[in-house]
């Protein structure tokens, strides 16, 4: 059984026992993921007062991220030996989560990725279930529904996953306003090309200076057509049904979230 945690109280905010630092050099950033900007960093070692704890990027399975008293700032959970797995302290009120990303969205990305009810080895060696789920624990324990998979559950798990995109997306997105489709056209592609190349991408520059959303996405997703040099059918597609949802109306808005 991991340690237990001391409350203390300091004008006004609950705060816990501090906890060391796990990493070499750990980042303490602006928002609850790694597409933040850096405050400062912490060195191995290094005692640390958690405020309290938020949801936010995926690291390495954990995405649980702690807020510090003398940075007012956030280390992911990982890099932070609190001595559990789970939360030590409240959630941060007033902390700035991600949109949860729309029906037409999940939907969208079901249809590319593929099902599969029960769990099994990926071209990368890797046991998978449902919408290309990767096994965190063998057979897939920690999925909450059971396998076989219906296609609903199937769904449901899927939209967890997308938890860790719909995070990034938020975090890098800040010079555009988006509504529901035109940021699920964003899940759907950083899903699929992860949230390094999205982050790094010519599409998000080309939003974070305020050009035009549909007109940024028409010319950008496509050029995301490529698989070892080779332009693949499947992305050509899937690229399409991505601007094709981002270009449909009628969806309420999603960024820049209201804090």
């Known amino acids: 059984m991991k340690g237990s945690t001391i409350p203390l109280l300091f004008a006004g905010v609950t705060l816990t026992a501090a906890y060391p630092i796990t990493?070499?050099?750990?980042?303490?950033?602006?928002?609850?993921?790694?597409?933040?900007?850096?405050?400062?960093?912490?060195?191995?070692?290094?005692?640390?007062?958690?405020?309290?704890?938020?949801?936010?990027?995926?690291?390495?399975?954990?995405?649980?991220?702690?807020?510090?008293?003398?940075?007012?700032?956030?280390?992911?959970?990982?890099?932070?030996?609190?001595?559990?797995?789970?939360?030590?302290?409240?959630?941060?009120?007033?902390?700035?989560?991600?949109?949860?990303?729309?029906?037409?969205?999940?939907?969208?990305?079901?249809?590319f990725e593929g099902f599969e009810p029960n769990v099994y080895i990926d071209p990368t060696g890797n046991p998978t279930v449902g919408?290309?789920?990767?096994?965190?624990?063998?057979?897939?324990?920690?999925?909450?529904?059971p396998i076989?998979?219906?296609?609903?559950?199937?769904?449901?798990?899927?939209?967890?996953?997308?938890?860790?995109?719909?995070?990034?997306?938020?975090a890098m997105i800040t010079g555009a306003t988006l509504n529901l489709n035109q940021y699920?056209?964003?899940?759907?592609?950083?899903?699929?090309?992860?949230?390094?190349?999205?982050?790094?991408?010519?599409?998000v520059a080309r939003l974070n200076r305020g050009e035009n959303v549909n007109t940024v996405l028409a010319q950008e997703l496509p050029r995301w057509?490529?698989?070892g040099g080779v332009v693949l059918p499947g992305l050509v597609r899937r690229r399409n049904a991505e601007v094709a949802l981002a270009q449909t109306a009628g969806s309420g808005p999603a960024l820049p979230v209201q804090c």
Request: some cysteine.
């Open 23 to 111: 990493g070499d050099v750990v980042n303490c950033r602006s928002g609850p993921g790694t597409s933040y900007s850096v405050v400062k960093q912490y060195t191995q070692g290094q005692d640390v007062t958690i405020t309290c704890q938020t949801e936010g990027t995926n690291v390495n399975g954990v995405t649980i991220w702690d807020k510090t008293a003398d940075g007012n700032c956030y280390v992911s959970d990982y890099y932070v030996q609190t001595g559990v797995n789970g939360y030590v302290t409240g959630r941060c009120s007033g902390a700035c989560t991600a949109p949860k990303s729309n029906q037409a969205t999940v939907d969208l990305i079901a249809e």
């Open 131 to 145: 919408y290309g789920h990767l096994c965190q624990q063998a057979g897939c324990a920690e999925v909450p529904y």
């Open 148 to 170: 076989p998979l219906s296609q609903a559950d199937g769904k449901r798990l899927l939209a967890s996953d997308m938890a860790r995109f719909e995070q990034c997306i938020t």
């Open 184 to 203: 699920g056209a964003l899940i759907s592609w950083s899903f699929n090309m992860g949230c390094g190349a999205a982050q790094t991408s010519t599409l």
């Open 225 to 227: 057509v490529y698989g």
